[in-house]
Every structure is written in C-alpha cells, then in structure tokens.
Nanobody, 117 residues
Framework: VQLQASGGGLVQAGGSLRLSCVDSGFTLDYYAVGWFRQAPGKGREGLSCISSNGGSTYYVDSVKGRFTISRDNANNTVYLQMNSLKPEDTAVYYC???????????WGQGTLVTVSS
C-alpha cells in the first residue's frame, strides 16, 4: 500500500473541497481506509472511515452531516467530500489504510486544508 492524499487548498468558510487518497500499490480494495486530521498545536483526530467494500462508514460527530467518505476500488481511490467548511476545519488531512479497521498501519503524506473566515 502506497497512499497519497491530495485535494487540499484554501477555501472560504461555507465552501467545499474533495480530498482524494490514491493507492499507487493498486491493493486498496483489500483495506479499510480512514481520514484523519491534525490542526496546528493539536493532536491527530480521526474523522471518518470506510470498510474495504464500502458497505460500512463511520463519522466523528464534528463532521457528521458535512463530510462524506466514499471509495472507488476500480481506481484505488477513497474520497472525502467536505462541505460547509468552517475555520476550525483548518488542518493537515491524512489518509490511512488497515486490513482491520482501527489498526491503521499505512499512512499517506498529508494535504493541507485552510478555511478562511
């Protein structure tokens, strides 16, 4: 598994971004995938995760109803659609993969999301 996250950028509050997590190793369909973020001066926070076949998804309360996780196994990609963004969503966002959800063994580099007020 070789993960690469992309899609971050600068957006105004209320705007949207879609993050992508691509596995260049072409094995992502065997893995659950999670999205995490780390804001300046804070610890890493788990946001959402999706099972290997996409049948199960989970969200932390702070993003429920605003963020949607999905996956396209044919293209080895997991997405995080982020709507109604808030300044407090500003962080570096990471994706991670696991054979067993919760045991995040494989991490991609982060992508920076900045939400201006």
């Amino acid at each position: 598994v070789q993960l690469q996250a992309s899609g971050g950028g600068l957006v105004q509050a209320g705007g949207s971004l879609r993050l992508s997590c691509v596995d260049s190793g072409f094995t992502l369909d065997y893995y659950a995938v999670g999205w995490f973020r780390q804001a300046p001066g804070k610890g890493r926070e788990g946001l959402s995760c999706i099972s290997s076949n996409g049948g199960s998804t989970y969200y932390v309360d702070s993003v429920k109803g605003r963020f949607t996780i999905s996956r396209d196994n044919a293209n080895n990609t997991v997405y995080l659609q982020m709507n109604s963004l808030k300044p407090e969503d500003t962080a570096v966002y990471y994706c991670a993969a696991a054979i067993k959800m919760g045991q995040w063994n494989y991490w991609g580099q982060g992508t920076l999301v900045t939400v201006s007020s």
